[in-house]
């Protein structure tokens, strides 16, 4: 049974170019989340979406950032016109829902991204 | 504001001890509980989690302790192994939240050989 599955694992980009990061969550997960982590740092989260809806994105700045889940294919997170202050790992995490409380969310390895 | 915090930033100790790490969390309508272990350039690993009906609960060579009391965690690992050498995360679900996680900084583990 595949995890979580990320790419790229690590992303190279200058300071306003476009960076898009994918995840594909584990078989029978319909919920995604994304976090950040900052370097000696824990994670802090972003945005929660399930197929074709965004739940809740309060830690997402509210510029630049954008997340999305459609019906196929993975959950793409995009930073428009990046700055070094964007370099970070971003995890993608997934759960089922069983609606009996808080599901645990299994991690994907991350993006590493750079912005020179 | 709320957060979830660490007593020890770093512990270290020798091939076949128990290890203890400590964690703090402030929001009392917290009621899940998660420890991640995280090794060097990889995504968290779940290791244990707890809700807070419970006051313990044991998994393979962990064990991992709730005192709502005085709103502290821990995780407890036997045997320590050079493998289980890693940084460990407690993570509560913010406020009673059932899917937004909020963690702690992190405690590195060293296992000495």
């Known amino acids: 049974n595949a995890g979580v599955m990320q790419n790229p694992r690590h992303l190279v980009r200058r300071r306003g170019q476009e960076a898009r990061l994918r995840c594909s969550p584990m078989k029978g997960h319909s919920h995604v989340y994304w976090y950040r982590q900052l370097p000696e740092e824990g994670l802090k989260f972003m945005v929660y979406?399930?197929?074709?809806?965004?739940?809740?994105e309060s830690g997402m700045p509210k510029e630049r950032f954008s997340a999305e889940f459609p019906k196929e294919g993975p959950s793409i997170l995009r930073i428009q016109q990046v700055v070094r202050g964007d370099s970070a790992a971003y995890f993608c995490?997934?759960?089922?829902?069983?609606?009996?409380?808080?599901?645990?969310?299994?991690f994907g390895p991350g993006t590493r991204l750079t912005v020179l | 504001g709320e957060s979830v915090g660490l007593h020890l930033p770093t512990l270290s100790v020798q091939e076949g001890d128990n290890s203890i790490i400590n964690c703090a969390y402030s929001?009392?309508?917290?009621?899940?509980f998660i420890w991640y272990k995280q090794e060097s350039g990889k995504g968290p690993q779940f290791i244990i989690d707890?809700?807070?009906?419970?006051d313990k609960r044991q998994g393979q060579r962990v064990t991992v302790l709730l005192n709502k009391t005085v709103k502290h965690l821990s995780l407890q690992i036997a045997a320590t192994q050079p493998g289980d050498s890693a940084v460990y995360f407690c993570a509560e679900n913010s406020g009673g939240s059932n899917y937004k996680l909020t963690f702690g900084k992190g405690t590195l583990l060293t296992v000495n050989p």
């Open positions: 979406l399930q197929k074709e809806n965004i739940i809740d």
């Open positions: 929001n009392s309508a917290s009621d899940y």
């Open positions: 707890i809700r807070s009906n419970m």
């Open positions: 995490a997934s759960s089922p829902r069983t609606g009996t409380g808080t599901d645990t969310q299994y």
